[in-house]
């Protein structure tokens, strides 16, 4: 079995900064592609940024300039560094990753999802 925890989330202020973190634990051989969504109340669950395992990085446009996803493979962890947060950029931000596990199945995992909340 594996399990995604999430952590990093928050209040602050619009112009501040946060870093989620979300860590694989489990029967793990490899991790493909890593990524984020978030899902604003009332909305869908929409993708923000992914990272290959390879290194291949995109954003949505909305943040591009603005949110860094990197990756630790030695970890099993990924990171997003979210700077000049604004208030709609708030939202339930949750990590899934695509976890080839040692049993050699491949699984679509995903976080609990962690709160970042931007104020005005």
């Known amino acids: 079995q594996v399990q995604l925890v999430e952590s990093g989330g928050g209040l602050v202020q619009a112009g501040g900064s946060l870093r989620l973190s979300c860590a694989a634990s489990?029967?793990?051989?490899?991790?493909?592609?890593m990524r984020w969504y978030r899902q604003a109340p009332g909305n869908q669950r929409d993708l923000v940024a992914s990272?290959?395992?390879?290194?291949?990085?995109n954003y949505v446009d909305s943040v591009k300039g603005r949110f860094t996803i990197s990756r630790d493979n030695a970890k099993n962890t990924v990171l997003l560094q979210m700077n000049n947060l604004q208030p709609e950029d708030t939202a339930v931000y949750y990590c899934?990753?695509?976890?080839?596990?040692?049993?050699?199945?491949?699984?679509?995992?995903w976080g609990q999802g962690t709160l970042v909340t931007v104020s005005s």
């Open positions: 899934t990753m695509g976890v080839v596990a040692a049993n050699a199945r491949f699984l679509e995992v």
């Open positions: 489990g029967s793990i051989f490899s991790i493909n592609t």
């Open positions: 990272i290959t395992r390879g290194g291949t990085i």
